[in-house]
């Protein structure tokens, strides 16, 4: 492709349809990273495909401009997978919320992973269903009051990253809707992966699960209650930087250390550290955050294509075809 | 407008029985055993060595959907039928000639095929005690009289094959699996045929086992030469003259092979990548599985996670540019419904094929029927209008899967297709089409940016643009909230929605104008009754109407390949007749359609007993339709009159 002589900006991506999302919702901040994120990629805007479910999220493919396609509850990352194996070298992105991703179309999120389609799953978990005015969700933590559970919701959540390690994921991070600059390093870092990446944006739904995440998203306890961890660095965190997670590889936990010299290393092409993170559920730990696992290997549309070539079937070639087992009367 | 555009060949083979001669002599074979005993593959090989006879021929595999039943059980046993003679074969037969019973449960469940005087060619070396009792017999029938009215020939078929096989030194276990290339041997033997293209197959099928290839022949000649040593007749049923098959290059296809090689077709015609998406299921995955074979020739194959992905897959595809199809049987296309409907919203192509067996539910899953019909044209949410076809052979199936396809790019559209298990497994001789006369299908991608509107409409045809992501300047957005009309945006606008409702409806019965041509298939142009038909019932209905007309009845046939929109010109025909009786395989699903479109008081003949009609039952039937006197029992059919169901 011929290089680009115009640097693109986010205004580029913008449309002119009005984004309705209500006032304070995260979405807004996270279009603003994607919008972002596509112009420093400089990717040729017509190139790039936005597929959907349904959902609050879903809306998201309106408001970018490239290609796009708002499908069915669930099923958007079958749909991506169908327009790979059309044409691979579209840039699909894949955007859906927890009931999309987790509940009605947890299927598809299994198999896109386990056959590493190469899109970006960018999922969107506010804990909480939205466009339907606020039920809980297979994401919602045990206690969540809504509309479906008045006295509360009892069952356990499922947790999207260890879920996507669990399925094959090759690329699996977290981050969330308020970290403006963690965000965009993490979908850049999605967009050059090869092969299916799943990124879980924790993002505040204000009307019907406020605060669901508690001080991960608010700034002035961020810095103690989550760790952002970071190939080959300590995992350090803390206001100050005072603070270190030790891996206890043997049992797959973690524990703080006042030392952070102590820290360990993060490692992301190492599955059982990845699981680990992805695992941290303990009040007492900071939330992981930070791309967990990253490791390539063949995607679909590749491996299709080393395994059964596509190639254009002519008529001369079809002649052959329709003549195999045939005779003469 | 040329009569069935896109089917010249099937034409062909439609015009050929137009003449309303006498059929010629015709013998139907049925091939009875073990799920283990290679019935399958026996009828296989046999059909091809009588096409290669130059017979006109239709077969009609009969299996039960359990892999292995354990064997000498009465519901393992797997048969395999046909008919062959002439020219313009159009059913399996109603009743078989000769009946091949390899062990007492193929004779119990299929003794009721046989006609009276027919022949058994019992192996009488599988008629133990065990098997007897296994197949609910007290007494051996091959010895208690209880036969007399066949005639029967007992073969230890077990003992003499492994004897056969003996010398080529193969283990047990593989003598015991030649047992049906004995019986093989023995039927070119009873009916004729030259046993070298079978010996040329056996060699290239197994020519990774030399012993295997070394034992298969030679029980194939030691069958044929037990047939000759001991003088062994098949009577009337033995072929006389040879066949009547034009001169011409044919192949042996099932419902199923065609159906591929049309998609294949496609490919070729149309350039597009077909991206065919699918998801295990009886008796729809037989397409797959041909497709995978094919190693990407044109054709994509993917096995999705589930049915709905198989169908968000292709639809994804044909968004891309491709050309999604995707497949499955009642169960199945249940599960696609909400795709279906999200290709009617964004306008998309995308191919659809019920390959229908007996529902509701798992059914039965290996055996035919045609109660799909109001799934195809009604199953979904909204107004969601769409094309449907139905092939009425084997053969069609190519034709009209390049046809759906054609409409499908030429009207952005989804089309559904509806086949069944007898359609998808039955074989008959087909005649290759002339490649290049094959008319090309011209999608359109929208290339140019300037004035694009996603929903902007061809005035003829009201399609909207296929503008395909990747294309410079066209970038857009499409989905299932309702689009403004022209720029394709987000509206709930009343006014609009009624527009885009009345457009979508509007542009899928334009596709009627476009569409295939309808004409009576047979029999006569006007009188007291017109046979409607559509899908698999056409052999039958057509042989039906067939004797009537040879004994002077003014009987017409029917059959519909395009199911919505109805044919333009239907109702002028309905008008031609003072009767109309509509034969198929449900409770009447067509026949409450052409009532409520035509106000006419159609007669309904319906049979859901996972079989295809009998020629007989059907004629007398009909029969009763011509004489006002529906309902008589007796026949087999019920004969319901109008849409309340009220039955005899």
Known sequence: MAERLIQLTPRDFETDQEVRWCPGCGDYAILKSVRKVLAEVGTDPDSVVFVSGIGCAARFPYYVETYGIHSIHGRAPSLATGIKLANPDLDVWVVGGDGDFLAIGGNHVLHALRRNVDINLLLFNNAIYGLTKGQSSPASLPGTRSPSTPGGSFDAPVNATALALAAGGGFVARTADTLQDHLPEVLLRAHAHRGAAMVEILQNCIVYNDNAFGDLARKKNRAEATVIVRHGEPMVFGAAADKGLVYEAERGTFRVTAEPSEASLHDETNPALAAALARVDDPSLPKPLGIFYCVERADYTTALERHLPYRPLTREALKDVLHEGSWTA | ?648
């Not at chain 2, 595999?61 to 020219?87: C, H, K, L, N």
């Not at chain 2, 599985?289 to 194959?301: D, N």
């Not at chain 2, 039965?364 to 107004?383: F, I, S, V, W």
């Not at chain 2, 009343?494 to 899928?508: G, W, Y």
């Open chain 2, 1 to 648: 407008m040329p009569p069935f555009r896109a089917i010249p060949v099937t034409e062909h083979r439609l015009r050929s029985m137009t003449g309303r001669a006498e059929p010629g002599p015709r013998t139907v074979v049925r091939f009875a055993g073990d799920s283990g005993d290679g019935i399958q593959l026996l009828g296989g090989e046999f059909s091809k060595a009588v096409a290669l006879e130059h017979h006109d021929l239709l077969t009609l595999p009969d299996f039960p959907a359990e892999i292995r039943a354990p064997a000498g059980s009465t519901f393992g046993v797997s048969a395999f039928q046909i008919q062959f003679g002439g020219d313009g074969v159009l059913t399996p037969g109603d009743e078989a000639d000769v009946l091949f019973a390899f062990n007492p449960a193929a004779l119990k469940t299929n003794l009721h095929t046989l006609k009276p005087g027919g022949l058994i060619v019992a192996g009488e070396g599988a008629f133990t005690d065990r098997n007897l009792k296994r197949a609910g017999y007290a007494e051996n029938p091959l010895e208690d009289g209880s036969l007399t009215g066949f005639r029967l020939i007992r073969i230890d078929m077990t003992r003499l094959s492994a004897e056969a096989v003996a010398s080529t030194g193969v283990g047990k276990k593989q003598a015991g699996r030649a047992k049906n290339f004995w019986a093989l041997g023995l039927c070119f033997w009873l009916f004729g045929g030259r046993r070298e293209p079978a010996i040329d197959w056996i060699s290239r099928k197994f020519a990774a086992a030399p012993d295997v290839v070394a034992s298969n022949v030679a029980a194939l000649n030691a069958g044929h030469a037990y047939g000759e040593t001991m003088e062994l007749d098949a009577g009337d049923a033995a072929l006389g003259a040879r066949g009547e098959l034009h001169h011409g290059l044919f192949r042996t296809i099932t419902g199923t092979d065609a159906m591929g090689l049309g998609l294949a077709a496609v490919a070729a015609l149309s350039g597009l990548k077909i991206t065919y998406c699918s998801y295990p299921i009886t008796p729809a995955s037989a397409l797959l599985h041909f497709l995978a074979s094919l190693k990407g020739q044109g054709i994509v194959t993917f096995q999705a996670e589930d049915e709905i992905a198989a169908a968000t897959a292709a639809l994804g595809a044909s968004y891309a540019g491709g050309l999604g199809v995707t497949t499955s049987s009642g169960p199945g296309i249940a599960l696609k419904s909400e795709t279906l409907s999200l290709a009617v919203a964004a306008e998309l192509p995308l191919l659809a094929i019920d390959v229908q067996r007996a529902g509701p539910s798992t059914g039965m899953p290996t055996k035919p029927e045609q109660a799909d019909l109001n799934l195809a044209l009604y199953g979904r949410h909204g107004e969601a209008p769409l094309p449907v076809l139905a092939p009425a052979t084997p053969s069609e199936c190519f034709d009209i899967v390049i046809e759906a396809a054609r409409i499908a790019t030429d009207h952005m559209t989804p089309v559904m297709i509806l086949s069944d298990a007898y359609i998808a497994n039955a074989a008959e001789p087909w005649e290759l089409p002339e490649v290049d006369a094959l008319p090309p299908i011209a999608p359109t991608f929208r290339t140019d940016p300037e004035g694009f509107e996603p929903f902007a409409r061809d005035p003829d045809t009201l399609a909207r643009p296929w503008a395909k992501p990747g294309t410079p300047g066209l970038a857009h957005r499409v989905g299932g909230i309702e689009r403004a009309s022209g720029s394709g945006e987000i509206s709930y606008d009343p006014e609009n929605h009624q527009r885009m409702t009345d457009l979508r409806a509007e542009k899928v019965a334009r596709v009627a104008l476009d569409g295939l041509d309808h004409d009576i298939d047979s029999g006569a142009d006007r009188g007291d009754l017109l046979v409607l038909g559509w899908g698999s019932t056409y052999g039958a209905i057509e042989e039906a109407v067939s004797r009537m007309n040879r004994n002077g009845l003014a009987v017409g046939h029917l059959h519909l390949r395009q199911l919505a929109p109805l044919p333009p010109n239907l109702g002028a025909i309905l008008a031609r007749f003072s009767r109309v009786a509509v034969a198929e395989l449900n409770k009447g699903q067509l026949v409450r359609l052409i009532r409520s479109e035509f106000l006419v008081d159609a007669r309904s003949v319906t049979q859901v007993n996972g079989l295809p009609f009998r020629v007989s039952d059907l004629e007398a039937a009909l029969r009763d339709c011509l004489d006002g006197s529906q309902g008589r029992p007796g026949h087999g059919l019920r004969t319901v009159t109008g849409s309340a169901g009220k039955t005899a």
